[in-house]
């Protein structure tokens, strides 16, 4: 997979506050080691075109002792 911005991506991206900016690039680094992670859901942006986002989920993990 191809990953590609715009312009008009970045002037969005350094308008958030810097914690949603540090969660956005651990989820970009998460979908570049592992594009098949659990916590990541692709999105069709237009049918007609072979574009996606991606949105990530916290995952709750339980350990259960019987």
């Given at each position: 997979?191809k ?9 969005h ?12 690039r ?9 594009p098949?992670?659990l916590?990541?859901?692709f999105?069709?942006?237009k049918e ?14 339980e350990?259960?002792?019987?």
């Amino acid at each position: 997979m191809k990953s590609q911005t715009t312009p008009s991506f970045w002037k969005h991206y350094w308008a958030l506050p810097t914690e949603i900016r540090e969660r956005a690039r651990h989820a970009y680094q998460l979908w570049r080691t592992n594009p098949a992670h659990l916590s990541l859901f692709f999105k069709r942006v237009k049918e007609n075109q072979p574009v996606y986002s991606i949105r990530r989920i916290g995952l709750a993990i339980e350990h259960w002792d019987y």
